[in-house]
């Protein structure tokens, strides 16, 4: 059995590593982790007492054939660096930083890579992750990865060019989709009796069921519309609205984090 270690436990280090662990694939005695700040690894212990909580980065290191990097971009150059000399040509190193290329991180570790994006929504075992494996990793490493993923919502391989797009849709958006809901409840509010925090209940129950009915009867986005904003009348005029707005906001948005993404990655390739 494969030994798994995990390096930097916050958001996305406690959500994944807990679902991984929640699903049986992993199991906590095959498990070393590691992070700054011990004490958050606390109700991960109770939970979970075979996991090995590792004293330093180079210890969940020697322990692991696959690490998760799972520490904030900026702090994986550094990281990598202390645990390199520990890591053999075997190791598996699977980091989440959509800001850093593969390209990148070869320079100051020449071996098996892979690069994730995940969501937060991996807490409740939705959402999708993107992977794109450098091709040194074999598909028998890239499977073994897909599936622990597959335990926490879809996932989507792509190639890394795509991953900046990507992460906007999969990644970026519960807070786009959240900021878009949250302008909804406020001007529901305003033009109402209603609460904002009743607009918002109700929303957030559409929402809900509206992803039901998108995810789990299989309507099509278009035919969703159709069903509801019948000709003539009242959603229809809406619509017509959102159609209005919607294409050159969205056009926006994507030009805009595209550009970012751009300068950070250019900002990121002086320190490689
Ligand atoms: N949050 C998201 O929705 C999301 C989605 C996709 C990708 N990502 C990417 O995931 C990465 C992590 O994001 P996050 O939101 O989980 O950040 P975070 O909450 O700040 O977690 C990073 C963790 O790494 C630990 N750490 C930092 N330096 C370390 C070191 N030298 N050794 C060991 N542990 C160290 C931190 O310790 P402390 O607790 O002491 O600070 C912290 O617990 C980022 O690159 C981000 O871009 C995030």
């Known amino acids: 059995m494969k030994k798994i270690g995990f390096i930097g436990y916050g958001s996305m280090g406690r959500v994944i590593l807990n679902g991984f662990l929640e699903s049986g694939m992993l199991k906590p005695f095959n498990v070393t982790v590691s992070t700054r700040t011990r004490s958050k690894l606390s109700e991960l212990e109770k939970n979970y007492p ?41 190791t598996h190193l699977v980091y989440i930083s959509a800001a850093l290329g593969i390209d990148m991180v070869s320079t100051i570790f020449d071996g098996k890579i892979t690069k994730v994006i995940p969501s937060i929504t991996s807490e409740v075992h939705e959402g999708v992750s993107l992977i794109c494996h450098h091709e040194s990793v074999s598909i028998e490493e890239s499977d073994f990865v897909d599936n622990l993923f597959r335990t926490v919502g879809d996932v989507k391989i792509v190639d890394e060019a795509d991953l900046d797009v990507g992460a906007d849709i999969t990644s970026c958006s519960p807070a786009f989709i959240a900021k878009i809901f949250q302008e909804f409840s406020i001007e529901a509010s305003n033009n109402s009796t209603f609460s904002r925090e009743e607009a918002e209940k109700m929303i957030i129950s559409t929402l809900y069921g509206t992803s039901k009915l998108l995810y789990e009867k299989g309507y099509g986005i278009d035919d969703l519309i159709s069903a509801v904003a019948t000709k003539g009348g009242i959603t229809e005029e809406g619509v017509k609205i959102l159609d209005n707005e919607l294409p050159e906001l969205f056009n926006e948005l994507f030009k805009t984090t595209i550009k970012k993404h751009q300068i950070i990655q250019s900002k990121l390739k002086e320190q490689y």
Not at 55 to 77: E, R, W
């Open 50 to 90: 075979d996991v090995e909580i590792a004293h330093n980065n180079i210890q969940t290191a020697q322990n692991s054939d696959i690490i998760f990097l799972f520490t904030g971009t900026s702090d994986v150059k550094n990281v990598i660096e202390e645990i390199k000399t520990y890591l053999s040509e075997k």
